[in-house]
């Protein structure tokens, strides 16, 4: 059974770095494209980022694009989201999760994590 567990959110102020990490294990971790997600309180959750399996290609939601870097670790079956100028609109609790592809549509991944809060201060 896959699991996925993320870890590494925290409280920071803002302009603040912080990077998750969601650590995969149950399957072959570089059959999976993974994604980010992330749900502000009160809203929907929606995509951040991407990676494809290999690590070749990386998308990202507008709302991140030149802050956040996605990357993966094959031989450690981890991926990361590294995150810098990060501002308070920022705070939600942050998701992974693995598919076939890498769609920017939470439900059409197939395994999907419990998450882990990231809060910035202003």
């Known amino acids: 059974?896959?699991?996925?567990?993320?870890?590494?959110?925290?409280?920071?102020?803002?302009?603040?770095?912080?990077?998750?990490?969601c650590a995969f294990s149950g399957r072959t971790f570089s059959n999976y494209a993974m994604g980010w997600f992330r749900q502000a309180p009160g809203t929907e959750r929606v995509f951040a980022a991407?990676?494809?399996?290999?690590?070749?290609?990386?998308?990202?939601a507008d709302s991140v694009k030149g802050r956040f870097t996605i990357s993966r670790d094959n031989a450690r079956n981890t991926v990361y989201l590294q995150m810098n100028s990060l501002q308070p609109?920022?705070?939600?609790?942050y998701y992974c999760a693995a598919g076939?592809?890498?769609?920017?549509k939470w439900d059409l991944y197939d395994y999907r994590g419990q998450g882990t809060q990231v809060t910035v201060s202003s």
Not at 7 to 14: K, Y
Not at 50 to 60: E, H, L, P, R, V
Not at 100 to 104: D, E, M, S, V
């Open 89 to 93: 609109e920022d705070t939600a609790v």
């Open 1 to 21: 059974q896959v699991q996925l567990r993320e870890s590494g959110g925290g409280l920071v102020q803002a302009g603040g770095s912080l990077r998750l990490s």
């Open 100 to 104: 076939r592809n890498t769609y920017n």
């Open 50 to 60: 991407a990676i494809t399996s290999g690590g070749y290609n990386a998308y990202y």
